[in-house]
């Protein structure tokens, strides 16, 4: 990930991050690609050990493996479900998934909800089947 100040963490940065990564596992499961599930699953560590205060045990990230290996599984049978009721890939529903944790980790917030008007443009997205 890249590097950040503590001043530059938000909570809504840090459940991006984390939701990337899950979004990364699922992408990996689709495809069927070990290596880059083994990449993923490395990313997911690396990103809950950099948002922890204290190093994480060995059982720690074991814990986080396991979590990171089921949501990945749910992400990816969800984006999978959605993405035959659309005629679409996963990867388009995957990809989908990723700018909308952008957009939402960006959106300005008003007592802890997104504003109503951000300033983005809610014109439907012209991509087939999303």
Do not use: C, F, Y
């Not at 100040?5 to 992408?27: F, K």
């Not at 690609?33 to 997911?44: G, K, P």
């Amino acid at each position: 990930m890249d590097e950040t100040t503590p001043t530059d963490r938000t909570p809504e940065r840090d459940a991006a991050e984390l939701a990337l990564a899950i979004v990364s596992q699922a992408a990996a499961i689709t495809q069927g690609d070990d290596e880059a599930l083994d990449a993923s699953d490395d990313n997911l560590r690396e990103v809950v050990a950099e948002q922890a205060d204290d190093p994480l045990t060995e059982k720690q990230e074991a814990v986080v493996s396991t979590l990171g290996a089921a949501g990945g599984s749910l992400a990816a049978g969800l984006s999978s479900a959605l993405a035959e009721a659309r005629g679409v890939d996963a990867t388009v529903v995957l990809g989908a998934t990723a700018q909308s944790i952008l957009a939402h980790a960006d959106a300005p917030l008003v007592d802890g909800a997104p504003r109503a008007d951000d300033g983005r443009d809610d014109a439907p997205d012209d991509r087939p089947g999303v």
